[in-house]
């Protein structure tokens, strides 16, 4: 597992890094917090501040945008085996207005129907606001 995420200064070397460890045909699994489509209409909208750069003490993540992730992936030599959204509950229950309440007690319920609930309800959302991005990537056999 790796993440890339955290750094202001960039990822790719970090992508490069991982192809040099991993073993030829491995897999490596990488999260991240993804742009999403609702993330991505709020930031057409203004809602989010500019990262300037300059105030790297408060910084933490970076919501990534899929398809630059996907072909920095591609051009360090890696396969994408899968990619999707995940955790679509969680990016409603952040992002939209009026979601939080429901959102989180879906999140803090320890019910199993409620449970059933939430994954039915991520499934449904996940592809437009996901929070997080799985991928599955592949190492070229030599």
Not at 1 to 28: C, D, N, Q, S, W
Request: proline fraction near 3%.
């Amino acid at each position: 597992m790796v993440i890339i995420e955290h750094f202001y200064t960039g990822y790719r070397p970090i992508l490069k890094e991982a192809y040099r460890v991993l073993k030829p045909g491995g897999y490596l699994f990488l999260t991240f917090p993804a742009l999403s489509w609702v993330r991505w209409c709020k930031a057409q909208l203004g809602c989010y501040a500019h990262w300037s750069g300059d105030d790297c003490d408060r910084f933490y993540q970076f919501a990534l945008n899929v398809k630059a992730v996907e072909q920095s992936i591609k051009s360090v030599g890696f396969s994408i085996v899968s990619s999707r959204g995940h955790d679509g509950v969680k990016g409603v229950k952040d992002e939209l207005f009026g979601c939080k309440l429901v959102g989180q007690w879906l999140y803090d319920s320890k019910k199993l129907p409620i449970k059933l609930l939430k994954h039915g309800l991520d499934r449904l959302t996940r592809a437009w606001a996901g929070h997080m991005r799985l991928m599955v990537v592949k190492k070229a056999k030599k």
